[in-house]
T-cell receptor, first 109, second 114 residues
Framework: DAKTTQPPSMDCAEGRAANLPCNHS???????VYWYRQIHSQGPQYIIH???NNETNEMASLIITEDRKSSTLILPHATLRDTAVYYC??????????FGGGTRLMVKP | EPEVTQTPSHQVTQMGQEVILRCVPI?????FYWYRQILGQKVEFLVS????????KSEIFDDQFSVERPDGSNFTLKIRSTKLEDSAMYFC????????????FGEGSRLTVL
């Protein structure tokens, strides 16, 4: 799986959009981009994934650049409960996910 | 909403003892996994399981570990002779289809080896 690079931490004001970047410059053509989050040592929670096109679900939006070398997870209206570590993972091997260090997002009132 | 459940939530054991961690995956899921996270470190893949056999395993999953689906609902991780370094959160996960990174994780079992 391609290596991903994320900032170690970010802050966001409650109610504002949280934009979490991820670089995956070595991603291969058949690798998807997955986002998970982990709230205070709970189990990782799947958020969203995509291959080429931008994706949106009830939790977040995923914007993937045209060259697929980077992506951004957008939480449109962050709440205090969105405080968590967010992991960007590229994967083509199915179920064996490789978690990195992630971005620790702190949502502040 | 269906969820993966794990028991116990916390287990304390003496070094050298056997431990069994239990998981009930989402009922219609066919693929099952164990991951672990040592305190302050990354989440690490241990093993995947399908059709009553191991599909993949990592280097961490050595001979002291085993997995089993003893009945139609439970999925267990056994550690035969625990070591201090086995202290970690162990997460069970399941998925509906193969070759997807969309896994559903349980809340974890914290294992403390003294």
């Amino acid at each position: 799986d391609a290596k991903t690079t994320q900032p170690p931490s970010m802050d966001c004001a409650e109610g504002r959009a949280a934009n979490l970047p991820c670089n995956h410059s070595t991603i291969s053509g058949n690798e998807y981009v997955y986002w998970y989050r982990q709230i205070h040592s709970q189990g990782p929670q799947y958020i969203i994934h995509g291959l080429k096109n931008n994706e949106t679900n009830e939790m977040a939006s995923l914007i993937i650049t045209e060259d697929r070398k980077s992506s951004t997870l957008i939480l449109p209206h962050a709440t205090l409960r969105d405080t968590a570590v967010y992991y960007c993972i590229t994967n083509n091997a199915g179920n064996m996910l490789t978690f990195g260090g992630g971005t620790r997002l702190m949502v502040k009132p | 909403e269906p969820e993966v459940t794990q028991t116990p939530s916390h287990q304390v054991t003496q070094m050298g003892q056997e431990v069994i961690l239990r998981c009930v995956p989402i009922s219609n899921h066919l693929y099952f996994y164990w991951y672990r996270q040592i305190l302050g470190q990354k989440v690490e893949f241990l093993v995947s399981f399908y059709n009553n056999e191991i599909s993949e395993k990592s280097e961490i999953f050595d001979d002291q570990f085993s997995v089993e689906r003893p009945d139609g609902s439970n999925f267990t991780l056994k550690i035969r002779s625990t070591k201090l370094e086995d202290s970690a959160m162990y997460f069970c996960a399941s998925s509906l289809i193969r070759d997807t990174g969309e896994l559903f994780f349980g809340e974890g079992s914290r294992l403390t080896v003294l």
